[in-house]
């Protein structure tokens, strides 16, 4: 049983994610989830938590319970942390060593193998911003995942499609 940090940010894969959990606390891990503002306006914190038995962090400043493990204890004993969907922007913030929410403040306190399965639109995607805060999180050691080809929610082809879930799983496998 590994300990396992899933961040979710607000991309219309989102729901994909749900599969993920599901599948990391069948397989016998222990499963926590933190999601971004823009995340909850896609999916609610409630079925994470149902399907992981853990708290969801959904907040930086929320109604913090002493007795609970704080938000920099649990990245320290996270074994693998992964961000799916990712959004442009968490990978930009990220890249850019901001923190200014909980998931990005998590994501520059882990210390474990951590994956990046980005999600959003083709054009989004091949911005040159984007490729390069892709290449830069590459180069400090965080697995970043290709995308697939294909129709996107928004009716455009190409790039920028999340992995098939089943994918994900199998990658964050190889770290646990
Ligand atoms: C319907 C809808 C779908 C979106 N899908 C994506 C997406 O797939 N990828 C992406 O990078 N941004 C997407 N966005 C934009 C993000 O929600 C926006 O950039 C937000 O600030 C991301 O915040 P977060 O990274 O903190 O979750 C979408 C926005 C809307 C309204």
Known sequence: MKNILIGVTGGIAAYKAIEIVNALRKKGHSVTVVMTKSAQEFIRPLTFQTLSGNRVITDMFGSEDPSRIS?????????????????????????????DDMLSTIALVVRCPSVIAPAMNTLMYENRIVQENIEKLKSRGFTVLDTDNGTLACGDTGKGKLLPWETIVAEIEQFV
């Open 71 to 99: 938000h920099i204890e649990l990245a320290k004993q996270a074994d693998v942390f992964a961000i799916v969907p990712a959004t442009a922007n968490i990978i930009g913030k990220i890249a850019s060593g901001i923190a």
